[in-house]
């Protein structure tokens, strides 16, 4: 019987030793995980969140060209500026325009005379595109005015010329009418004027951007 009462009492003893180390293995495990935890918050969804507001929503990148390009990331306008074509002359100026932005050259007309200016000089220099039906083929810069009515008053359209960056801060945005040609005309300072079809890809009216230098 005493034989028996030691084995029965090692027996205890055993168990609870097991329990001891059972429930310290359970206590370590929370405490690692209350660790994990931690760390966790750390790297939270709302440490994210803040890291998101504090980056930048656009990425700079390369204009297409220094020689000649007009630049503005937001509305995703990045495209070559082909000089000195005749906007009176559709057999002309079409081709172009499936290369890029057209500048109108400098012409004499008898109700008006288009100043054909360049960046850095005084003067309007007039650059107009392809806008294209949404959802219609955009390939060859058949849209590259798309976003046009997207650029908003006092934002900057940044023009590339001959190695130098020119900007200009938007000033007039608005549809006119196709005989509104004074937007071709002279300007005493040195503006900005880019111009597309309305509605887009149709030939009905026309949208006009108008910018000032700064």
């Not at 390009?69 to 509305?75: D, N």
């Not at 172009?96 to 012409?107: C, E, M, Q, S, T």
């Not at 597309?196 to 030939?203: A, D, M, R, S």
Request: charged share 20%; net charge negative.
């Amino acid at each position: 019987m005493r034989f028996l009462f030691k084995s029965h009492s090692k027996l205890i003893i055993f168990v609870i030793i097991l329990l001891v180390i059972g429930l310290f293995a359970v206590i370590v495990h929370e405490w690692l995980n209350q660790d994990t935890i931690i760390t966790h918050t750390n790297n939270s969804p709302i440490a994210d969140e803040e890291k998101e507001m504090n980056t930048p929503t656009t990425t700079p990148i390369e204009p297409i060209n220094r020689n000649f390009s007009i630049y503005y990331l937001s509305a995703k306008i990045n495209a070559p500026v082909i000089a000195n074509v005749d906007g009176s002359k559709p057999n002309e100026y079409l081709p172009d325009l499936l290369n890029g932005v057209a500048h109108y050259k400098h012409i004499e007309f008898p109700k008006i005379t288009v100043d054909g200016a360049f960046p850095g000089e005084v003067g309007n220099i007039f650059l107009y595109g392809h806008s294209q039906i949404p959802g219609a083929d955009m390939s060859g810069y058949k849209g590259v005015f798309n976003s046009l009515p997207n650029i908003a008053i006092d934002e900057i359209v940044s023009v590339f010329y001959q190695g130098n960056e020119y900007r200009y801060q938007v000033k007039e945005s608005k549809v006119i009418e196709k005989n509104q040609i004074e937007y071709l005309g002279h300007t005493e300072k040195e503006t900005l004027t880019l111009m597309t079809c309305w509605p887009l890809g149709l030939n009905t009216k026309r949208y006009i951007v108008r910018a000032v230098r700064i």
